[in-house]
């Protein structure tokens, strides 16, 4: 028996295994960026979620500090505080928007912020009691030069990690502040 080889010319040794490590390159770096982008997305759908539930807390919060307040119309008492150990008396009348809410050891626990209760139908499911959403109500007298009776009430309210949370605490949390100012009367 003869043995026949094809001669091969010098240039084309190795032109399949070359162009199949290229190939090989290419689909991996494919792959790995697949991997990469879904990873980014499922982190940012993560932070939407956490942000749309840490806003539902704090316009849960808002409500609740509202019905410390008679808000209802035609009430004799309208704009008049229900409970006068839940808010915050104007300090200074006439000198501007009420400003305890920026202060930190307000919201702690201890603090003059009223928490949501962790139990009852209040309280946001799957939070501890040290994480429910707070709020605070502060009186604003906007004019009492002109006798102003009925003031205006601002209400904040905060929702997300504790303030004295821990970095990786506040890292898994988006912290959302709303604030709501009522006036009742003429001004």
């Keep these: ?15 399949v295994l070359a162009i199949s490590m290229i190939f090989l390159i290419v689909m991996t770096l494919l792959a790995v960026s697949a991997i990469k982008r879904s990873t980014l997305d499922e982190k940012i759908t993560a932070n939407l979620r956490t942000q749309n539930l840490s806003f539902q807390a704090a316009e849960k919060a808002l409500r609740f500090c509202e019905r410390f307040l008679d808000l209802a119309a035609g009430s004799v ?12 008396p104007d300090p ?32 946001i499911s799957g939070l501890d009691a ?29 929702a997300g990690p504790k303030i004295d949370a821990t970095p990786s605490e ?10 709501e100012t009522i006036r009742c009367g003429n001004f």
């Excluded at 028996?1 to 032109?15: A, D, L, T, V």
């Excluded at 109500?137 to 030069?145: D, S």
């Excluded at 506040?170 to 604030?179: D, G, H, I, M, T």
């Design 170 to 179: 506040k890292s898994e949390n988006a912290v959302v502040w709303l604030q």
């Design 92 to 123: 200074n009348p006439g000198a501007g928007p009420p400003t305890q809410w920026r202060d930190d050891n307000n919201w702690k626990a201890g603090g003059i912020s009223q928490q949501l209760p962790d139990t009852g139908p209040n309280a």
């Design 130 to 158: 040290t994480s429910q959403p707070r709020c605070l109500i502060e009186e604003w007298r906007l004019n009492p030069a002109n006798g102003n009776r009925q003031p205006a009430w601002v209400i904040t309210a905060r």
């Design 77 to 88: 008492t309208m704009c008049t505080a229900k409970d006068q150990s839940k808010f915050i």
């Design 1 to 15: 028996m003869r043995n026949y080889s094809i001669p091969r010319s010098r240039h084309e040794k190795g032109f």
